[in-house]
């Protein structure tokens, strides 16, 4: 079964600051994609950042990046120079190719203070 | 490019009754998925639409259904609201459905 784990229900940074929001999922499938989506206050859902099991590189958006370690099934993301619109909550879904759908963990809620 | 879009965005229905929601994807997109995002269970399935077929189903009762017209656009339907429908309703549209997923701005349904 898919399962995704975000373990920090809640972060707070500091503007400016570098922060990793940690996610670790469990697939048994060979193909799969995984992404990061920021859900501000409003409900919608803001795709971040995407990385493919196949991909070699890591993801790279902007001050986004995936820090995609395939052994450990984990899926970190970075967020560089933190800012006050950061702010939400933050998901890492995982898209499961053999059910043809997105697998959410419970999120983690970011806080970026002045 | 326009984004997801969805209509309405706020609805407020009595139990009993029921609902259409609807989702316009990016345009070239011809996969559309629905979620059902409460507080208490997070973000759940609900089904992908393809070329205007169901092609995966999530564990939710037969009064959830939808479909998907020839321009892509799709509908959701509840039928007997009860008071636990109430929730964030959101719908992804992607090129195929295994790629970048793109969210709209949610319906959301409150049930009283």
């Known amino acids: 079964a898919q399962k995704i784990t975000q373990t920090q229900p809640g972060m707070f940074v500091q503007e400016k600051e570098a922060v990793t929001l940690d996610c670790t999922y469990d697939?048994?499938?060979?193909?799969?994609?995984l992404f990061w989506y920021k859900q501000p206050s409003s409900g919608e859902m803001i795709f971040l950042i995407y990385?493919?099991?196949?991909?070699?590189q890591n993801a790279t958006e902007g001050r986004y990046s995936l820090n995609f370690q395939k052994a450990r099934k984990s899926a970190n993301l970075v967020i560089s120079a933190s800012q006050l619109g950061d702010s939400a909550m933050y998901f890492c879904p995982q898209w499961a190719s053999t059910l043809g759908r997105l697998y959410f963990g419970r999120g983690t809620q970011l806080t970026v203070w002045p | 490019k326009a984004g997801v879009t969805q209509t309405p965005r706020y609805l407020i229905k009595t139990r009993g009754q029921q609902v259409t929601l609807s989702c316009s994807p990016i345009?070239?997109?011809?996969?559309v998925s629905w979620y059902q995002q409460t507080p208490g269970q997070g973000l759940q399935f609900l089904f992908e639409y393809f070329s205007e077929t169901q092609r995966n189903k999530g564990n939710f009762p037969g009064r959830f259904s939808g479909r998907q017209f020839s321009n892509s656009r799709s509908e959701m339907n509840v039928s007997t609201l009860e008071l636990g429908d109430s929730a964030l309703y959101l719908c992804?549209?992607?090129?195929?459905?295994?790629?970048?997923?793109?969210f709209g701005p949610g319906t959301r349904l409150t049930v009283t």
């Open positions: 992804a549209s992607s090129l195929m459905g295994n790629y970048e997923q793109y």
């Open positions: 990385q493919g099991s196949y991909d070699e």
């Open positions: 345009s070239g997109h011809r996969s």
């Open positions: 697939t048994s499938d060979q193909s799969y994609g």
